[in-house]
Nanobody, 125 residues
């Protein structure tokens, strides 16, 4: 069983900054990747940024140069530093973890995923 604790959302003016964090805990063999997704009203959930244990990062084009994802692998925590925020960044941000349940699942590169409950980010113009 996996638990994710998200924090850092809130209300900020355009051009401001916020930092989201997501800490994973529970019963799992290890974590392959952690990331952030967002969903605005009427829109599908989309990838914002993700990061693997190897340090590979992936960003949505809309946030490149403004958002930075980082991880503390010892603490199983992922951070999303969001700078130069725009009103169109307003959404519920969800943390996702891809994890292995055993050494065998890691060997087979078979992961499971788990989603956080989401944290609201609102950027006012």
């Amino acid at each position: 069983q996996v638990q994710l604790v998200e924090s850092g959302g809130g209300l900020v003016q355009a051009g401001g900054s916020l930092r989201l964090s997501c800490a994973a805990s529970g019963s799992f063999f290890g974590i392959d990747a952690m990331g952030w997704y967002r969903q605005a009203p009427g829109n599908q959930r989309e990838l914002v940024a993700s990061m693997t244990t190897n340090g590979d990062r992936n960003y949505a084009d809309s946030v490149k140069g403004r958002f930075t994802i980082s991880r503390d692998t010892d603490k199983n925590t992922v951070y999303l530093q969001m700078d130069s925020l725009k009103p169109e960044d307003t959404a519920v941000y969800y943390c996702k973890v891809d994890y292995w349940t055993s050494a065998l699942s890691k060997f087979r590169r078979s992961t499971r995923d788990y989603w956080g409950q989401g944290t609201q980010v609102t950027v006012s113009s």
